[in-house]
């Protein structure tokens, strides 16, 4: 009799649980306007590589471990790089002094040919001025003689003025032929001084050489600076270590993966749709994610992608009714600022397909 009573009330128990689901489905159904699936987080993956080759010295992040940008992840051996950027700052050190060397010669070079051309310039000015001069007073002296002998000849003057006139005629053309040269001579002095400016211009190639030096030895610096900062592997995002390939000890060359990162400012919710839902989706649509780690909270998403080819749903999908379905993918976009979501969480994501229906958290 206690058995019959006891069977009799487990059925009215079970009876009882499966009228309030039915009921409570019934009375409060799941809203039209609101799309409901289920997936798990994912987010965008970057591959950490050096750009130098070396031997891994140090690993500060392991698998799991959050990382935040710019912050250090592993130390490559840098002794020799190092030394390269000491021999490269040396050579720049020597090039500089000799580009300040070379400045100092053309300058120099420069002001003695101006001055030797403004010198010779001045005294073949002056030369031309004592020719015309001189010419000036030969002119007037052969005009004296020639008066002179005229007046000789009718003996008007005596002999001796004459002889006087002559001698004054002959030193007065003497005079400008030793002034005349005097001026070939200051003009080419002058010609030898312009020539000169072939040496400032040799003096200038000089010093375009060894400033081209200079840049060259400053490019050798900054690369090895480069170079030795890159010994140095740093994650470029705010994530969460996936894989570690790295050990202490390792020989890397460039592009070697050392880690893998997800990006914790980019995750998303990758959802399965059924291939008569997906007409009601558009990009930019408005969404929440809901996950158990936090029960009393939701986070902001949106419609990021919407794939354009449909599938069937995936094998890790439980039953074999649902994975013969076609589908589309879509990811559901996250606000992640506080870092809450992490990669690999069950969420289910909510889509609102009409501005105004009221959010609803799945059961």
Do not use: C
Not at 28 to 35: A, C, E, F, S
């Amino acid at each position: 009799m206690l058995r019959k009573i006891l069977f009799a009330s487990l059925v009215l128990i079970v009876v009882a649980a499966l009228g309030w689901s039915v009921g409570g489905r019934f009375l409060n159904p799941w809203p039209d306007d609101l799309l409901l699936a289920s997936g798990r987080m994912e987010g965008d993956e970057a591959v950490i590589a050096p750009k130098v080759a070396g031997q891994v010295v140090k690993i500060l992040k392991d698998k799991g471990e959050a990382v935040a940008p710019g912050e250090l992840l592993a130390l490559i051996s840098s002794e020799q790089i190092a030394a390269r950027l000491k021999a490269a700052q040396e050579q720049e050190e020597s090039a500089a002094k000799r580009l300040a060397q070379a400045e100092i010669d053309l300058d120099y070079t420069r002001g003695q040919v101006q001055a030797s051309i403004d010198a010779a310039q001045a005294q073949a000015g002056a030369a031309a001025a004592q020719v015309e001069e001189a010419r000036a007073e030969a002119v007037r002296h052969e005009k004296d003689y020639r008066r002179y002998q005229a007046l000789f000849t009718r003996r008007v003057v005596s002999r001796q003025m004459l002889d006087q006139a002559l001698a004054n005629h002959q030193a007065a053309a003497a005079n400008l032929a030793a002034r005349g040269k005097r001026l070939q001579e200051a003009r080419a002095q002058l010609a030898q001084a312009r020539l000169l400016t072939k040496t400032v211009e040799a003096k200038e190639a000089v010093r375009q050489a060894a400033f081209a030096e200079l840049q060259a030895a400053r490019a050798m610096v900054q690369e090895a600076a480069a170079n030795l900062t890159d010994t140095r592997i740093t994650s470029p995002i705010r994530g969460v270590v996936l894989t570690r390939e790295a050990e202490p000890g390792l020989v890397v060359t460039p592009g070697t993966p050392l880690f893998t990162i997800v990006d914790l400012d980019r995750l998303y919710l990758k959802v399965f749709i059924h291939q008569t839902k997906i007409g009601l989706l558009r990009l930019g649509q408005e969404a929440r994610l809901y996950v158990d780690a936090y029960p009393d909270r939701h986070f902001e998403a949106a419609v990021s992608r919407v794939s354009q080819r449909a599938e069937f749903t995936p094998k890790y999908v439980e039953t074999r009714e649902e994975r013969v379905k076609l589908v589309f993918a879509v990811e559901l976009r996250a606000v992640n600022p506080e870092g809450y979501l992490k990669p690999g969480m069950p969420a289910d994501g909510v889509i609102r397909l009409k501005e105004g229906v009221p959010w609803r958290r799945p059961r």
